[in-house]
């Protein structure tokens, strides 16, 4: 493997670079979206026996200890919930957009190395066929074989490298999308449960005090 960075040359060894960089990258994501992952409705249930029985600091306590932007929506919910409606919905809906950014944190980093590297190696072929040409240039009439090769080979591996790095870069960005889309429907879940419950919990609690 590295015998062949070696032929490609310099930009070879970029390629390889961007290659490190998009594993370090995905590992990173992958981790830290499997911790934002939880199964949200028995965490909703406990928040909601919680308020109902008025333990509003237990609720806030399961949501400091539980990670993931469901639980911190929620908390942003729940520490607005004597709030007007719109005003609770817009801190909802900020903390989701705040919380939705954190999760797509250097996805941006695997789309762009997914389409740099076929450019590096494309320069990387178009600079091994430059130097075939000149090495042809340099020995014509007397070309031999070895002369075209000594540039097409690196050209080749070159090519080659920046598509082996491009296809599973933009594999692994399509794949962490998917993930960060099934957290913000969790969200979204999360997030109408929460507000239609501090609702309905509100009303029940000014019914009581008009009676």
Request: net charge neutral; proline share 3%.
């Amino acid at each position: 493997m590295f015998e062949l960075v070696r032929e490609g040359g310099w930009v070879a060894w970029i390629i390889l670079g961007c290659g490190g960089l998009a594993v370090a990258v995905f590992m990173e994501r992958v981790l830290n979206l499997h911790r934002a992952r939880i199964k949200s409705e028995d965490f909703l249930t406990g928040i909601r026996n919680n308020l109902s029985r008025g333990n509003v600091s237990e609720a806030l306590a399961i949501c400091e200890d539980t990670p993931g932007p469901v639980a911190e929506i929620v908390k942003v919910a729940i520490m607005n919930r004597s709030a007007e409606r719109d005003t609770l919905r817009a801190a909802v809906e900020n903390a989701g957009r705040i919380e939705i950014a954190r999760m797509e944190r250097r996805l941006v980093v695997l789309a762009t190395l997914a389409q740099v590297s076929p450019i590096f190696g494309l320069l990387g072929t178009v600079l091994g066929m430059m130097r075939g040409v000149q090495a042809m240039r340099v020995a014509a009439p007397l070309v031999q074989a070895t002369d075209v090769i000594g540039g097409l080979f690196p050209a080749l591996v070159c090519t080659a490298l920046g598509l082996a790095v491009a296809a599973p870069c933009f594999i692994a960005f399509n794949f962490l999308v998917g993930k960060v889309e099934k957290i913000v429907i969790d969200m979204e879940h999360a997030s109408g449960e929460i507000l239609n419950f501090l609702a309905s919990h509100s009303g029940a609690e000014e019914s009581g005090r008009s009676v």
